[in-house]
């Protein structure tokens, strides 16, 4: 009988399989449109690539032992920046949001990669984990993720670079970014696989850049097969690389390009931080991309290249019950809202894990938001606990003398030329002050990164942000044991490193909200 039902669940996948296989199946697509047809490469295209969670540390051991050849010639023919600070909390949506806009989001608005809508009275999930996406719905997900992000969520109050790159009658391109918008009109064509069990309408309406590719969804080379649904549907390093292949080739490179590489992140959240399997391998599309040209010199003579690690992970400890910081649990004493239903009248907080760090808003009016935070501050493995009350920012952790609050403007400068009114234990935030000066120690830009996070969104909210070594999950949330993770405000999570090769301009500052002003220097 057990074995007959093997059989059965055998054959059963088996089907599955096939119809997947024939609902997958590529679309026709046509070269370029008409409009595209018409541009013509610059002279000095600027060439922008994302490898998610580069960090210094193993791209250095990976050069060292002669795994990363192409990362290398581009580090030795360009300059080389080890310490760029990312946006917080460090989860790509929210840095992608900073990179594209040149804002914190306090000004694009897009929170983090799980948050609460004040408006709607839900939880909006870009795509955590598999238990979370199920419990909220595969639908509403998928239509947050592809829909409502760029087209709603993000702000409209800021302008992309390929907004303002259009402004100015120049072009640009996005390959697999998760933020694209841009000024012009395209169709998103969805597989089959998805339209099937009615998760979204066959077609989609959205807007990006004259040269806009996103997975199986729109994608700009009519051979590219690195995009079936086994293959995350296109999201992946090699299909990116085909796509940019495919423009080098067609001499259609524009002004600018944006190139996401996902796969090293997936590496690094199973591994921890300092394997560099997927180094290399990001590193064999990379030299997959420079082998377009007569030589890997003839490309820097062609092209500005720019490569950079969107953010850090920090090892997660294998000891389930000391590394994973179980919010439920520290906040048994309220009414937590349960993930996937509606909010009931008697639901007192709703939270929102974003790996090392989370958000938890209160909804009660009566529950003081400092309430909220003695009872987590117990909690030694909490770094520190934040919120915000008319203009002050509070902040605190277990064993303070004191809070932490400060504000913008004031008599203390910080190293990004950026003015604070800073009173109480500055140690909180690792802060030292030498006159007027502020330096920061273990959390970079901390004071602006985490103003702006607590002004990204409607509500009453505190942030809280884990040690190293520790995350947080609320109901459903996935883990990464024994492995990494990032989100939080330290610099193991903040900062990365980027490559500079095709030009001796160098950014005014090394963070990459500072980034685009940059990129648009690059592209006159």
Do not use: C
């Amino acid at each position: 009988m057990k074995k007959a039902v093997i059989i059965i669940a055998g054959i059963i996948a088996v089907v599955i399989l096939i119809l997947l296989f024939v609902f997958s199946t590529p679309p026709s697509h046509s070269e370029f449109t008409k409009v595209q047809s018409k541009i013509t490469q610059p002279e000095r295209p600027v060439i922008f690539l994302i490898i998610d969670s580069l960090m210094d540390e193993p791209l250095q051991k990976a050069i060292k032992e002669n795994r990363a050849p192409a990362l290398e010639f581009l580090i030795k023919n360009g300059h080389y920046y080890p310490n760029m600070v990312s946006s917080y909390p460090t989860m790509s949506v929210t840095i992608d949001s900073t990179l594209l806009t040149g804002t914190y989001p306090d000004r694009h608005n897009l929170p983090g990669l799980v948050w609460y809508d004040e408006n709607e009275k839900r939880i909006i999930n870009y795509g955590s984990g598999t238990r979370e996406i199920i419990t909220l719905g595969i639908k509403q997900v998928v239509k947050d993720t592809v829909v409502h992000l760029n087209n709603e969520h993000l702000s409209k109050s800021v302008k992309t670079i390929h907004e303002e790159l259009a402004h100015h009658g120049k072009h640009s391109a996005s390959i697999n970014g998760l933020v694209y918008r841009g000024n012009y009109e395209h169709f998103l064509n969805i597989p089959r696989s998805i339209s099937f069990f009615h998760l979204l309408p066959n077609q989609i309406h959205t807007k990006g850049p004259i040269l806009f590719s996103y997975g199986r969804f729109s994608q700009l080379n009519p051979k590219n097969r690195s995009n079936f649904f086994w293959q995350r549907f296109g999201f992946n390093d090699k299909f990116t690389v085909q796509e940019l292949k495919y423009l080098i080739q067609k001499k259609k490179l524009p002004s600018f390009t944006i190139a996401y590489l996902p796969d090293h992140d997936h590496t690094v959240h199973k591994k921890g931080p300092m394997d560099i399997e997927g180094i290399e391998k990001a590193d064999k599309q990379l030299q997959n991309i420079l082998n377009s040209y007569d030589s890997w010199d003839e490309a820097l003579k062609k092209g500005i290249w720019i490569v950079l690690g969107d953010s850090g992970q920090s090892s997660i400890g294998k000891n389930k019950n000391q590394s994973i910081i179980r919010l439920n649990d520290r906040l048994h004493d309220y009414h937590i809202a349960k993930l996937g239903e509606p909010i009931k009248k008697n639901d007192q907080i709703v939270l929102a894990a974003n790996e090392r760090m989370a958000f938890i808003y209160s909804l009660d009016p009566n529950i003081p938001l400092s309430e909220i935070a003695s009872k987590l501050k117990k909690d030694s493995r909490i770094a520190f606990i934040a919120w915000k009350e008319k203009d002050l920012v509070h902040v605190t952790k277990k064993g303070a003398n004191e809070t932490l609050t400060f504000r913008p403007n004031g008599m203390y400068m910080d190293e990004y030329k950026q003015p604070w009114t800073v009173q109480g234990d500055t140690s909180i935030l690792d802060l030292s002050i030498d006159g007027n000066k502020i330096r920061f120690g273990d959390y970079p830009d901390a004071l602006a990164r985490l103003y702006s996070s607590l002004h990204s969104h409607k509500g009453r909210y505190l942030i809280v942000d884990a040690k190293p070594g520790h995350e947080f999950v609320s109901e459903k949330s996935p883990t990464h044991i024994g492995g990494a993770a990032h989100g939080s405000l330290h610099k193991k999570d903040s900062i990365t490193p980027m490559i500079v090769a095709g030009t001796d301009v160098k950014p005014t500052f090394q963070r990459q909200v500072d980034l685009k002003d940059y990129f648009l220097q690059l592209t006159k």
